[in-house]
């Protein structure tokens, strides 16, 4: 009996043994399986060439390859950059608002020939053709 | 000089300007500077020529 019962004690050493080791196998095979594809994208990211499987690997190699395609947001980015362009643009005219707008009827007078110590006088015309008030503060020859 | 001081919009004046010729021949320029609050344009030259005869 007591051969037995050592027997017995030796087998359920054994089976515990057993146990703890299939489930920290368990443990460990679940973790390298986490860290596997980790490893496995890093490498084939990294080294495309190495694809040991053949079109698999490949496959996630043209999927990892396609991985980088996010590029496209900041070129998406772009075509809204001109847009708050142009907002930006508009804002300042709109911030603007009426303005008025000196228009003179000549630039340029020419009297022609005309003789010593003679005063001419000449009317410009001046208009506003803005949409705000108009103020002229100095009329000044030089 | 005389000129309007303020201007509505649409509205139109006149601004009269006097030149003395001198007693020097020959040909001169004159420009008057009309400033105003044009953010545009704020000071508008006008040229004024004229030939002096000797």
């Given at each position: 009996?007591?051969?037995?019962?050592?027997?017995?004690?030796?087998?359920?050493?054994?089976?515990?043994?057993?146990?703890?080791?299939?489930?920290?196998?368990?443990?460990?095979?679940?973790?390298?399986?986490?860290?596997?594809?980790?490893?496995?994208?890093?490498?084939?990211?990294?080294?495309?060439?190495?694809?040991?499987?053949?079109?698999?690997?490949?496959?996630?190699?043209t999927a990892?390859?396609?991985?980088?395609?996010?590029?496209?947001?900041?070129?998406?980015?772009?075509?809204?950059?001109?847009?708050?362009?142009?907002?930006?643009?508009?804002?300042?005219?709109?911030?603007?608002?009426?303005?008025?707008?000196?228009?003179?009827?000549?630039?340029?007078i020419d009297f022609g020939k005309q003789p010593q110590e003679k005063t001419l006088v000449r009317a410009i015309v001046v208009k506003n053709g803005g949409r705000a008030e108009l103020k002229i503060d100095s009329v000044v020859p030089s | 000089m005389d000129f309007p001081k303020v201007l509505r919009p649409g509205q139109a004046g006149t601004i009269k300007v006097k030149v003395e010729t001198g007693k020097s021949p020959g040909p001169h320029t004159k420009t008057v500077t009309i400033k105003s609050n044009d953010p545009n344009d704020p000071s508008h030259l006008v040229q004024f020529s004229y030939d002096v005869k000797g």
């Open positions: 009996m007591k051969r037995l019962n050592i027997n017995q004690y030796a087998a359920l050493l054994m089976l515990v043994a057993l146990l703890s080791a299939c489930s920290r196998s368990g443990e460990n095979s679940a973790t390298s399986n986490a860290n596997a594809p980790q490893q496995a994208n890093s490498n084939s990211a990294d080294q495309p060439q190495i694809a040991p499987d053949g079109s698999a690997a490949a496959g996630l190699g990892l390859a396609t991985q980088p395609i996010p590029p496209p947001q900041p070129n998406a980015a772009k075509p809204a950059a001109p847009g708050n362009a142009d907002v930006a643009n508009a804002a300042p005219a709109a911030a603007n608002g009426p303005a008025p707008k000196l228009v003179v009827s000549d630039k340029k | -």
